[in-house]
């Protein structure tokens, strides 16, 4: 179904010196393990062999840690699943994390809001939101691979026939569209910035 987190999503609780944040990203079903303890498993696209969730977590959000200055902080992440798409979310898995950014020279950060679109394999679009990510004092959209290596770096580790993220649409995302940069404006607000 367009436009749901079924059958599973993961929500990633990360905090900066301004603000926390969550980011939520879809994927493909979620197997707990039998033990509640431990992490359960989510199928990869490319042959549905199933992969640890803390193990796809740690490695995307070591992609996206160039892209925010030291003070932020990657804290948690907890694995939701649904029965239907149209079902209330039930939490299956959390663990903490604790991850700092690794941006050298970010620039502006504060309410900086970076969005890297994709287009699935079943042609919809996927939308990834990092908030106070670093702007690298640019705002100028990247529309092709190969203008900023942390942004390539994020998108094969989203994009990965190895790893098993979704599109609200169910799909893997498949073809890099852009990244672009801008100021969000709730959190100019909620940092009373205006």
């Known amino acids: 179904m367009a436009n749901s987190l079924y059958p599973a999503f993961i929500t990633i609780e990360y905090s ?16 707990p393990d039998s033990d509640p303890e431990v992490p359960g498993t989510i199928p990869r696209w490319s042959d549905d062999v199933p992969v640890a969730v803390n193990t796809l ?12 200055p030291d003070t932020v902080n990657f804290n948690r992440f907890t694995v939701f ?12 898995f959390s663990q903490a994390l604790d991850i700092a950014g690794t ?6 950060s504060k309410a900086v809001q970076l969005t890297i679109t994709a287009q699935a394999v079943d042609f919809s679009l996927g ?10 004092n640019t705002f100028d959209k990247v529309v092709a691979p190969g203008e900023s290596a942390t942004i390539d770096a994020i998108f ?17 995302p498949n073809v890099f569209k852009q990244a672009s940069k801008t100021l ?4 100019r607000r909620e940092y009373r910035m205006n």
């Open 156 to 172: 094969a580790e989203w994009s990965s026939t190895s790893k098993c993220w979704a599109t609200r649409g169910g799909t893997r």
């Open 81 to 92: 699943t649904l029965a239907t798409p149209t079902s209330d979310p039930i939490p299956r």
């Open 16 to 31: 900066s010196s301004y603000g926390q944040h969550i980011m939520t990203i879809p994927t493909r079903t979620y197997t």
């Open 57 to 68: 977590v740690d490695a995307l959000v070591h992609t996206m840690e160039a892209q925010f």
């Open 127 to 136: 939308k990834l939101v990092l908030l106070d990510s670093g702007s690298f």
């Open 103 to 108: 941006g050298v020279s970010v620039g502006w």
């Open 184 to 187: 969000n404006e709730r959190l």
